[in-house]
């Protein structure tokens, strides 16, 4: 019984910080945010030099073949730091591509996919917020996709998507097949923008190799969000508790005040301990399959929750200049926004959590 | 990380639950009034209650290892049997006395404590010093080979049932406020030592007023040297931290509630259907899975001797389980409607919130205010997690301290 990371582990992360904060400072990512262009090419190659957009795929096809704990700890990093990358929507596929592709699509797309020279990405959602399987209506005839997903995070660099369509299977479409059309939704987070896309009558091939692939793969996204949050919700106390120690007013640091320094400490026990709850959540999922699917919706509920009220009171601590686009606030405090809203709201995987439980 | 346990352990879990067999007491002994005495007495000698004390101060002595303290303790709570005490002499005198203690201190204290045969109770709060435990007033004065007490304290939990009593007195009035403090254990029947009991809101009286007028203990019943009282009473206070701090007991209290919401009804329904209560019970169990999986993430921290590694959410511990256990009292006064007008029965009280009856929720409900205040105030827990878990500034003192 061990409930704590591997040196290797730790070490990841550890290497990833090391890059994220010589190559992604916040004020490269301003300028990402100004553009409104969500993604930065040379980031992502130096991510994929050292490995990172192959980690969870088989050493056979040229990944790394890590687990899910390990994507969550990359998670946790990107969302610290609010990397403006497209590594969520990638890993999502190529799990999806692991789990249900033939060997002869595994062949085909894995090995530059974990080169990071090909960029996958996932369509889920329908309308807005139909993520779950039962509910997905894009139709498939004759190998030809057409209907419409929203919420397709970085669609516009990917080269391949990974798309639900109705009856809850998935099925592969290069996004150069002639019928597919990508409209910018303009996202709150710049770091990762998303997409509409049409398909109409878009060649595919379905990922059939068994299982309920959309389902295990969407579990396992509910705790790489959680991570991520976790990540950007702890940069945000460390933004708060950096401009308690600085911030003078009536001639003290405003953190001597206990009115201010309460606040931050309450965050910070939202916040911290749950480090352990998406630790949980992101192992329970690959080994723990009674408790994974739950576990996984019950981490992601209540972290991005908990962050997004936290990421509030980070706003308000900083007063005026808090309000500004200026303050790196802003940047983790959209990063929140997203995860808490990708793959079901608190609110729908509470619902979820409670008929898990046979409630 | 693996959550399964290696084959060893599972051994050791199997060996556990072998000698739990034994509980409760075969035929008429099961009811002998010190049954839970015997039957914990026979968990000392085969090695699984009082694991980590020497067996010369009455323990198994067996070596430290956390893992298995874990499995003992998960298959003694999981069999309702009496395993290591967690009342203030076993928990929290005994590892002082094991860290602190003289040689003699130890013979003398411990084995009665973990035998249940001595009492203890805990005198450090006084009428004018709460949160600012430092600004204790009351006396020891040497005097030939006896130390004098004189002053007061209060919020003394269980002092009329207890034989002795650590606590904090003032032996250098001079020194500076946390330098003139030692850490004496007084006899309750030395002349001149007086309880009285003061009754809680519950309408229980576990809570006393102790008073000094010249009481003399011997000089040797002090634990450390005279000026070290405080460095030791903080050690004992992280034994009570820990107590407080316990995720079985949020687990078990959720799932109670799980079990009220499902007796009673809401619009002619059961409870547990309605869907803002169902969200509510799930908001609240991100936070007690939340303390669940974090204990495992400081254990683990512990066993392989990184504790640094969890000092945050280690320091956070106590509030933590506490507002989760608020919450879940909150959630359930809120099932009770009009029952909730209701005053707590005796057997509630003596229960202290444990009771799964209506007024025992009542009680429960007031009950869980308690352990928010005792062993260091929240606001006491947000400054130390303010100030030692993330750096911000002190809190301005007087310059005179």
Same mark, same amino acid.
């Given at each position: 019984m061990d409930f704590g990371l591997s040196e290797e582990q730790e070490l990841l992360q550890e290497t990833l910080r090391g890059f994220v904060s010589k190559e992604c400072s916040a004020s490269r990512l301003r300028e990402i945010f100004d553009a409104g262009v969500g993604h930065d090419s040379s980031l992502w190659s130096g991510l994929a030099e050292m490995g990172f957009a192959g980690l969870n795929i088989p050493e056979e096809y040229g990944g790394a073949g890590m687990e899910i704990l390990d994507l969550a700890l990359v998670c946790e990093v990107l969302g610290e730091s609010g990397v403006p990358v497209p590594f969520f929507g990638h890993v999502m596929a190529s799990l999806a591509l692991v789990q249900g592709g033939s060997d002869e699509q595994k062949s085909r797309w894995l090995p530059s996919l974990a080169a990071g020279e090909k960029i996958a990405s996932i369509a889920l959602c329908e309308? =807005?917020? =139909?993520?779950?399987?039962? *509910?997905? *209506?894009c139709g498939v005839k004759g190998g030809r996709v057409f209907g419409s997903k929203s919420f397709v995070p970085s669609a516009d660099v990917a080269d391949l998507l990974v798309v639900g369509v109705a009856g809850g299977g998935l099925v592969l479409v290069e996004t150069e097949a002639e019928g597919v059309r990508v409209e910018n939704l303009d996202g709150i987070d710049r770091s990762r923008p998303v997409f509409r896309v049409e398909f109409d009558k878009a060649a595919s091939s379905p990922l059939d190799a068994g299982g309920d692939v959309a389902r295990t793969v969407s579990d396992a996204g509910l705790a790489l969000l959680a991570a991520d949050a976790f990540g950007a919700a702890s940069r945000l106390i460390d933004l708060a508790v950096e401009y308690a120690k600085t911030r003078e007013q009536f001639g003290q640091k405003i953190g001597q005040f206990q009115a201010v320094k309460h606040q931050i400490a309450r965050l910070a026990l939202d916040i911290e301990p749950s480090r352990a709850l998406y630790w949980y959540g992101a192992y329970a999922v690959e080994h723990l399959p009674e408790d994974g699917a739950r576990a996984a919706a019950l981490a992601k509920s209540h972290i991005t929750d908990r962050a997004l009220s936290a990421a509030r009171a980070v706003v308000e601590l900083h007063g005026g200049l808090g309000f500004t686009w200026e303050c790196d606030v802003q940047m983790g405090f959209k990063r929140l926004m997203f995860d808490r809203g990708f793959l079901g709201t608190p609110a729908v995987l509470r619902d979820r959590c409670a008929a898990l439980a046979g409630w | 990380m693996d959550l399964e346990y290696t084959e060893k352990y599972q051994a050791y879990r199997d060996e556990v639950r072998l000698f739990l067999k034994g509980w409760p007491l075969a035929g008429d002994a099961a009811d002998r009034p010190d049954a839970a005495g015997v039957f914990r007495k026979r968990g000392i000698e085969a090695g699984f209650v009082c694991r980590n004390v020497p067996t010369e101060y009455g323990g198994a002595g067996q070596e430290p290892d956390a893992l298995k303290d874990a499995i003992v303790r998960q298959e003694f709570y999981a069999a309702g049997a009496p395993g290591d005490l967690t009342s203030q002499g076993a928990g929290m005198l005994v590892p002082t006395l094991l860290e602190f203690g003289t040689e003699a201190q130890k013979k003398r204290f411990i084995p009665k404590a973990l035998a249940d045969e001595e009492r203890w109770c805990q005198g450090y709060s006084e009428p004018g010093s709460g &949160?600012? !435990?430092? &600004? !204790?007033?009351c006396r020891a004065t040497l005097d030939g080979d006896d130390y004098v007490l004189s002053g007061q304290k209060i919020w003394t939990s269980n002092a009329r049932q207890a034989d002795w009593m650590f606590g904090l007195f003032r032996t250098d009035p001079s020194a500076s406020k946390h330098a003139g403090i030692s850490y004496l254990l007084v006899d309750m029947k030395t002349p001149g030592v007086e309880v009285r009991p003061l009754k809680e809101m519950t309408g229980g009286m576990e809570f006393n007023e102790i008073f000094f007028n010249d009481a003399r203990v011997p000089a040797e019943n002090i634990v450390g040297k005279p000026g070290e009282g405080w460095a030791v009473s903080r050690a004992t206070l992280v034994h009570e931290r820990n107590l407080i701090a316990n995720p079985n007991m949020m687990r078990d209290t959720f799932n109670d509630l799980l079990d009220l919401a499902r007796g009673v009804e809401i619009d002619g329904c059961p409870a547990l259907e309605d869907r803002s209560l169902r969200q509510r019970l799930v908001e609240i169990e991100g936070y007690v899975r939340t303390g669940e999986t974090s204990s495992m993430l400081q254990f683990t921290a512990g066993v392989r001797g990184e504790p640094l590694k969890a000092m945050r959410p280690m320091m956070m511990g106590k509030l933590y389980s506490t507002d989760t256990m608020q919450m879940i009292q909150k959630c359930a006064y809120d099932l009770l409607g009009a029952g909730g007008m209701l005053a707590p029965t005796s057997e509630d009280v003596a229960g202290w919130g444990r009771n799964v009856t209506a007024t025992g929720w009542v009680e429960a409900y007031i009950f869980s205010m308690g352990p928010s205040i005792a062993g260091g105030a929240s606001n006491i827990q947000l400054n130390i997690i303010g100030e030692r878990g993330y750096g911000l500034p002190r809190d301005m003192r007087p310059p005179s301290s």
């Open positions: 309308a =807005e917020g =139909e993520w779950n399987p039962e *509910q997905w *209506q | &949160s600012d !435990l430092a &600004s !204790l007033q």
